[in-house]
């Protein structure tokens, strides 16, 4: 199913890096570090909770695949953050199920310690 409105659902091939019968790769339109992936469902499901079983296996076949691809890219990358936005209060703004694989180097901010806590400022850091 398609939704007219929806930026991941008229993705031009040209931005398209990879695909498999349900998803697809691009680069991250607005990057927190170089190399920062999107895996995205070419079904238009809302949230990852929406997926069926064929698609979870393919996002974590994707997950796998990009993580060696940007490893051999850039030796610089030493660590990664995976990401999901379930709904509007959990930061998602575009409505369609997409992953986000963010490579990490040493030093490539002040103090990682905490990671994804830090979708809470405050509570990033371990009291």
Known sequence: MENRECPFCSLPQSKILRESETC??????Y?????????ITKRHAETYYDLNAE????????????????????PLVTGFNIGIN???????????????LIPRRK????????????VIPSKQKYN
């Open 31 to 39: 990057p927190v570090t170089h190399l920062h992936t999107l895996i």
């Open 86 to 100: 379930c709904g509007e209060d959990a930061g998602q703004t575009v409505m369609h199920c997409h992953i986000h």
């Open 107 to 118: 030093e490539d901010m002040d103090n990682p310690e905490g990671g994804v806590r830090g």
């Open 55 to 74: 698609e979870r296996r393919d996002v974590e076949v994707h997950l796998k695949n990009e993580r060696e691809i940007i490893l051999a890219a850039d």
């Open 24 to 29: 697809m790769v691009i680069h991250d339109g």
